[in-house]
């Protein structure tokens, strides 16, 4: 089979590589039928991971048809539709126990595409077939799906619920990325009174206010403090999530945050942060970080069935399984080509 292979900081390269077998009983090998690229790959291959080896396969999304099942898998059949989830769950150990996945101490955890290989590739091994996959609900499509397989999860665990967000609060978030716009999509189900998305981009301004942003400020032209001071009193945002994954971001969702709110770290950081505790420690501010545990995957698969939720739209650029480096291209330089979340499919006419 092929798949998109890691050799070092630098372009990966689409190879012929050997096709995955099963090693565990609980193990299912997926045929992949469409996965996407995250900014978290983005991060990998700027070195900002190094634990992850040469040779490595990339990628932890996907939506693909199960071709092999170990003995001991009991929920997954050859032949179903899956939603493969970006974290793996063994479902005995403590956190599992405790839903919190990305946790998980008995093998799981996010290892697809960082510990063991991943899923931008014709076929992968996903271990914990019956806590790692989800059905595929009858008439969603599978770029919809594909938008639950992350951004959508984190977004809504990682910067919503630990950020508490409830009705009526003053959100700003800080970044308008697919995480950013995963946030304000998440933060919206909460009937925030006022959503603010702070973005350096005037295409991802353009798209918050398309995911339900009430305010946007263009940070390279206005001062984003002023800004949100001046629309709430100057008390500041109830909950301020950070959704770049930079000092300069993190810092900045600190200094927006009022008395007694709550900073809701989504970004994925390769560099120290500056915490300027002799400013917050006085505020009784709350700050939260996290790694998604996808728990909240359920919820939102019946929220996409439902249409209560629009997970399509996040969907800019389609491409096939031979384009992956025209792919990676166009979603590393979303500041030019608009890319929010790029597709790629075996038959990219089907999506």
Same mark, same amino acid.
């Given at each position: ?83 493969? /989830? ?45 806590? /790692? ?64 998305? %702070?973005?350096?981009?005037? /295409? ?20 984003? %403090? ?14 301020? %999530? ?23 770290? %989504? ?77 790629? /499919? ?6």
């Amino acid at each position: 089979m092929k798949a998109l292979v890691y050799h070092g900081p630098a372009a990966p390269v689409w190879e012929e590589v050997p096709r995955p077998e099963l090693v565990a009983d609980t193990d299912a090998i997926v045929r992949v039928d469409a996965t996407t690229i995250c900014g978290t790959d983005l991060h990998i291959l700027k070195g900002d991971m190094p634990s992850v080896v040469d040779g490595r396969i990339l990628g932890h999304e996907a939506v693909g048809t199960v071709e092999q099942i170990g003995a001991g898998v009991k929920n997954v059949r050859v032949g179903d539709r899956v939603l493969v /989830s970006c974290v793996s769950a063994c479902g005995a150990c403590r956190f599992c126990r405790e839903a919190r996945f990305g946790q998980c101490v008995g093998g799981g955890g996010w290892i697809l595409g960082y510990q063991i290989d991943g899923t931008q590739a014709e076929y992968v091994r996903v271990p914990f077939a019956d806590n /790692s996959t989800y059905p595929v609900p009858a008439g969603v499509s599978d770029e919809e799906l594909l938008m639950l397989t992350d951004i959508l999860p984190t977004g809504y665990e990682v910067g919503v619920l630990n950020g508490q967000v409830r009705p009526g609060d003053v959100v700003a978030v800080v970044g308008a990325g697919p995480i950013g716009l995963s946030a304000i999509s998440g933060a919206k189900l909460f009937s925030p009174s006022l959503v603010i998305a %702070i973005d350096l981009t005037p /295409s991802r301004l353009e798209a918050a206010k398309q995911f339900g942003a009430d305010v946007t400020v263009n940070n390279s032209e206005q001062d984003p %403090i002023a800004a949100v001071m001046e629309l709430t009193g100057g008390l500041g945002a109830d909950v301020a %999530i950070e959704a770049v994954g930079a000092p300069a971001t993190f810092e900045l969702a600190a200094d927006l945050v009022r008395p007694v709110g709550r900073i809701a770290n %989504i970004g994925v950081h390769g560099k120290p942060v500056t915490l300027h505790l002799e400013r917050l420690w006085t505020r009784d501010v709350t700050i939260t970080t996290g790694l998604v545990d996808t728990y909240s995957t359920p919820t939102l698969l019946r929220l996409l069935a439902s249409r209560q939720i629009d997970a399509k739209r996040f969907v800019t650029h389609r491409f096939g399984f031979d384009q992956f480096p025209e792919a990676y291209d166009v979603f590393s330089h979303a500041g030019e080509t608009g890319a929010l979340k790029v597709v790629l /499919s075996r038959d990219s006419r089907t999506l």
